[in-house]
C-alpha cells in the first residue's frame, strides 16, 4: 500500500493550488484520510481531515479558505487551497488509515510530501 501526493508548487500570495493524493495497493478501506503540514523548523500539524462518511475538520489557520474531499471509489483525497498565505509554505503529506486485504486492522500511511511555496 502506498500513497502518491501531487499538485504542489510555487504560487504568489492571493492564489490557489489543488493537491490530489492516490492510495493504492491491496486495500480493504480506508478510514479517515487527510493533510498534515511541516514548515522548516516547526512541528508537523494536521491541516485538514476527512472521515469515510465525510465529516471534515480543519486547522483554525485554513478554515475558510482550504476544503478538502474525497473520492472513495477511487481511493483518493484531495485539498484545494484558495487564498493562499506566505505562512502556508510547508511541505505538504497526505494521510491515510488503511486496512489492508487480508488484515483486520487499520494503520496508518503517509505520502511522500509535496512541497507548496507561497511567495511573490
Known amino acids: 500500500v502506498q500513497l502518491q501526493a501531487s499538485g504542489g508548487g510555487l504560487v504568489q500570495p492571493g492564489g490557489s493550488l489543488r493537491l490530489s493524493c492516490a492510495a493504492s495497493g491491496s486495500i480493504f478501506s480506508i478510514n479517515h484520510m487527510g493533510w498534515y503540514r511541516q514548515a522548516p523548523g516547526k512541528q508537523r500539524e494536521l491541516v485538514a481531515r476527512?472521515?469515510?462518511?465525510?465529516?471534515?475538520n480543519y486547522l483554525d489557520f485554513v478554515k475558510g479558505r482550504f476544503t478538502i474531499s474525497r473520492d472513495n471509489a477511487k481511493n483518493m483525497v484531495y485539498l484545494q487551497m484558495n487564498s493562499l498565505k506566505p505562512d502556508d509554505t510547508a511541505l505538504y503529506y497526505c494521510?491515510?488509515?488503511?486496512?489492508?486485504?487480508?488484515?483486520?486492522?487499520?494503520?496508518?500511511?503517509w505520502g511522500q510530501g509535496t512541497q507548496v511555496t507561497v511567495s511573490s
Open positions: 476527512i472521515t469515510t462518511a465525510g465529516t471534515t
Open positions: 494521510n491515510a488509515a488503511i486496512r489492508e486485504t487480508g488484515k483486520n486492522w487499520y494503520r496508518d500511511y
